[in-house]
């Protein structure tokens, strides 16, 4: 299709259809991707929000931050709130990093009903062709593994014995 006749069927579609139907279709063709994003995340077992590239909350697969906040967010300013400024700024910059294109990931401790716990965050930018439309936003709980972790760490710390192993197949050795 050529250009002058996609500007021609614009043109024919604003003046068969009023202002408040052209401006909602542009809108959800603008977030189609998110929109689809949104719908896939729905079957993600993790809580997964969906940002939109304007901060914005597009969608959320969960109502846990509903429950934590005592409201639902609109946008990731309202994550300050329940996390340290120190954390919401690390946060808030490692989602940027992830508009620019390049996955991220953030492990943060978070304090909950008198419990910490271990988080995993994964930011993977939502990209249409040349541009990011936003970023998905997943959530992974990691307390038990990383108590297990932990309880193994401490098992062989006390030990009078060491314990050699192998970083990879060829990789070092360490005691």
Same mark, same amino acid.
């Given at each position: 299709?050529?250009?002058?006749?996609?500007?021609?069927?614009?043109?024919?579609?604003?003046?068969?259809?009023?202002?408040?139907?052209?401006?909602?279709?542009?809108?959800?063709?603008?977030?189609?991707?998110?929109?689809?994003?949104?719908?896939?995340?729905?079957?993600?077992?993790?809580?997964?929000?969906?940002?939109?590239?304007?901060?914005?909350?597009?969608?959320?697969?969960?109502?846990?931050?509903?429950?934590?906040?005592?409201?639902?967010?609109?946008?990731?300013?309202?994550f300050?709130?329940?996390?340290?400024?120190?954390?919401?700024?690390?946060?808030? &910059?490692?989602?940027? !990093?992830?508009? #620019? *294109?390049?996955?991220?990931?953030?492990?943060?401790?978070? /304090?909950?009903?008198?419990? +910490?716990?271990?988080?995993?965050?994964?930011?993977?930018? &939502?990209?249409?062709? !040349?541009?990011? #439309? *936003?970023?998905?936003?997943?959530?992974?709980?990691?307390? /038990?593994?990383?108590?297990? +972790?932990?309880?193994?760490?401490?098992?062989?710390?006390? &030990?009078?014995?060491?314990?050699?192993?192998?970083?990879s197949?060829?990789?070092?050795?360490?005691?």
């Amino acid at each position: 299709m050529s250009n002058k006749s996609k500007k021609n069927n614009l043109l024919n579609r604003f003046f068969n259809k009023n202002i408040d139907e052209v401006n909602e279709e542009n809108l959800t063709s603008e977030n189609s991707l998110l929109q689809y994003c949104a719908t896939f995340s729905k079957y993600q077992p993790n809580p997964s929000i969906i940002i939109s590239s304007d901060y914005c909350i597009f969608s959320m697969n969960t109502n846990i931050f509903k429950e934590i906040l005592g409201y639902e967010p609109k946008n990731i300013e309202d994550f300050k709130r329940i996390l340290p400024e120190d954390t919401y700024l690390a946060l808030k &910059l490692t989602y940027n !990093e992830a508009l #620019e *294109g390049d996955i991220q990931k953030h492990l943060i401790d978070y /304090e909950y009903n008198d419990q +910490t716990l271990t988080l995993l965050l994964t930011f993977i930018p &939502l990209k249409n062709q !040349e541009t990011t #439309e *936003g970023v998905n936003l997943i959530i992974e709980d990691l307390t /038990e593994q990383q108590k297990s +972790t932990h309880t193994f760490q401490q098992i062989f710390h006390h &030990l009078n014995s060491g314990v050699w192993m192998k970083e990879s197949i060829s990789g070092d050795y360490t005691y």
